[in-house]
Nanobody
Framework: QVQLVESGGGLVQTGGSLRLSCAAS????????MGWFRQAPGKEREFVAA????????YYRNSVKGRFTISRDNAKNTVYLQMNSLKPEDTAVYYC???????????????????WGQGTQVTVSS
């Protein structure tokens, strides 16, 4: 069992930055691939980024490449999402997820995410 708690969301102007954190409970955190997803009002949840257990393999949706960086600290049981050059279209509730399946399939695999956090709101004003 893994419990996930996100933090770090907020209101920021276009071009600003935020750093999201996701703290995980459980001794097996390092066994899981971790991902960030987001859901905007009236839209389906979408993949944002994912990384494997070691943090060496990272994957991003095209629209955030070069602006967002996913990372993890297994000693702290925490995964991060550094978001720079934010745009209004990045506004959404951001969720972290953990899965024993590969990070490489997080974007395309239906149902990826064994465990989910409660989400944190990110609002980018224009």
């Amino acid at each position: 069992q893994v419990q996930l708690v996100e933090s770090g969301g907020g209101l920021v102007q276009t071009g600003g930055s935020l750093r999201l954190s996701c703290a995980a409970s459980g001794r097996t955190f390092s066994s899981y691939a971790m991902g960030w997803f987001r859901q905007a009002p009236g839209k389906e949840r979408e993949f944002v980024a994912a990384l494997n257990w070691s943090g060496l393999s990272k994957y991003y949706r095209n629209s955030v490449k070069g602006r967002f960086t996913i990372s993890r600290d297994n000693a702290k049981n925490t995964v991060y999402l550094q978001m720079n050059s934010l745009k209004p279209e990045d506004t959404a509730v951001y969720y972290c997820a953990a899965d024993l399946r590969a990070a490489a399939v997080a974007e395309t695999s239906t149902g990826w995410g064994d465990y989910w956090g409660q989400g944190t709101q990110v609002t980018v004003s224009s």
